[in-house]
């Protein structure tokens, strides 16, 4: 049984063999720090947390590096829109970016880079290109000489003819072929800016990626991740960047991850639906968006919208729910079973399904189908009276197990105190008192999620714990 990986560069599921055994070296594209992040890119953070995740289960060694981009226009114009500077700016939601994608479940990654602090590293790469013959300086800016580089257009499978015909030179470029593209840029006045052979300015935003990648993994990696709006240009222009100076091959495996639609449409800033992860969260459980972004191969397209999440939470809950009743039997029953050898032949078996389909391009999919499986099977085991705690305990430990590979925890994030009970029992009564009857079933349900059953008796309404 091996791992395979679906490769962008070759079109096709590769069997995954890091450059260096029982290593991974990974880097991920991370956000530009101008605002909040919205819902689309919250999906390369938990997908490629997902993978991280998984390797690690499997027993590699993963050093995973994903960048702030801390300087660009978009930052430049936000500063001065709060009148404010761009470090605070970066400062700012760089903060909000590891408080949302920590609900999300996302852990840190090893090193988080910034532009800011990798200056010397950036200046000292293009000098290096502009040495080689691949670069070349126009009024204080650097282009990458893109026809210089042999390949260009091999991760995005496009002809360099062909991407040609498709670009122009805008009114004022100064670049001597329209499929060049800046590593430098040089300062507008009152501009943040660093100084560097050629003048102050500061860096293009491809050849970040670049440097930080050498400079944190060095040469050659194994997993380069995004999105799959980064495959071109963002993508191939740090291949061509990487490629051209390292004279190696930048990564092993590209892996990108697919779009978001917000209720089939498409995500823009002229639609107005942008969905930010800093509100969503606040009247979602995290933990559910998490696991209605897993329910969709990484590769696929998913489409985003309230009810789907609301009926991913239902479904969240049926294996939450399993996990309970699991957790509650173990507490209270004495050990009576018989046939607990093939239970627990039974539950190795959702292991070894749960592996083979995350073996199978980290298909998340199918990894969950076999936990609604597997919460089936423990309904079916809770029937029976004389259960074994030995399996209750197996049961439970692989449930922790695998919900913990895919970044997800099945108790809800906070234990009910009985005073929070009662005041939602309140709430329902005066819901039912003004005829609000769809928001007295919610709270009804809302409890019943949380093992909590009602009961309507002629004193009122009595509750007990499941
Ligand atoms: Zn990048």
Redesign the pocket.
């Known amino acids: 049984m091996s791992l395979v990986i679906y490769n962008t560069l070759t079109r096709q599921k590769e069997v995954f063999k890091p450059l260096e055994e029982g290593k991974v070296k990974m880097?991920v594209?991370?956000p530009t720090v101008y605002n909040y992040i919205h819902i689309g890119n919250a999906r390369p953070a938990i997908v490629f947390d997902t993978i991280r995740r998984y390797l690690e289960y499997r027993g590699y060694d993963v050093n995973f590096i994903s960048?702030f981009t801390d300087v660009d226009d978009k930052l430049i114009r936000t500063a001065k829109e709060l009148g404010t500077d761009v470090p605070t700016v970066a400062e700012r939601f760089i903060n909000s970016y590891h408080e949302d994608v920590c609900a999300l479940g996302v852990q840190e990654a090893d090193y988080h880079p910034r532009v800011t602090e990798t200056m010397p590293e950036i200046i000292d790469f293009i000098s290096k290109l502009v040495e080689k013959g691949y670069g070349y300086e126009a009024k204080g800016d650097v282009y990458f000489k893109t026809r210089a580089f042999d390949g260009y257009g091999k991760l995005s499978h496009q002809s360099i003819d062909d991407l040609r015909s498709g670009a122009r030179i805008e009114v004022g470029d100064i670049k001597k072929d329209p499929l060049d593209f800046a590593l430098w840029k040089s300062a507008k006045e009152g501009e943040i800016s660093w100084e560097s052979p050629w003048g102050k300015g500061r860096p293009g935003?491809?050849i970040?990626?670049s440097a930080m990648a050498k400079k944190y993994l060095g040469d050659s990696i194994d997993i380069h991740g995004?999105g799959q709006d980064?495959t071109f240009p963002?993508?191939e222009n740090?291949i061509a960047q990487s490629e051209a100076l390292n004279e190696a091959p930048m990564a092993k495996y590209w892996m990108h991850n697919g779009y978001i639609n917000i209720n089939n449409e498409k995500m823009s800033k002229s639609l107005g639906n942008f969905v930010l992860v800093h509100d969503m969260i606040k009247e979602f459980d995290p933990q559910v968006i998490r696991f209605f972004m897993m329910a969709v191969h990484y590769r696929n397209p998913i489409n985003f919208s309230n009810e789907l999440l609301q009926s991913a939470e239902v479904s969240l809950n049926r294996i939450r729910t399993a996990y309970g009743n699991l957790k509650h039997r173990l507490e209270v029953s004495a050990d009576l079973a018989s046939d607990a050898e093939q239970w627990n032949e039974k539950i190795e078996q959702f292991k070894q399904s749960f592996i083979t389909e995350m073996d199978d391009d980290f298909n998340t999919a199918n990894a969950i189908a076999v936990l609604f499986d597997m919460a089936r099977e423990a309904n079916v085991y809770l029937q029976s009276e004389n259960t074994s705690t030995a399996v209750l305990a197996k049961f439970i430990g692989l449930f922790e197990e695998l919900a913990g590979v895919l970044g997800l925890t099945l108790t809800e994030e906070k234990e009910l105190l009985d005073e929070d009970i009662e005041a939602l029992i309140e709430e329902r009564n005066n819901a039912r008192r003004e005829c609000n009857f769809a928001r007295a079933d919610e709270i009804r349900d809302q409890l019943r999620d949380l093992n909590i059953v009602l009961e309507d008796t002629p004193q009122g309404v009595r509750w007990k714990r499941q």
């Open positions: 880097y594209c991370g960048n935003w491809h970040e990626c995004g980064l963002h993508h740090e």
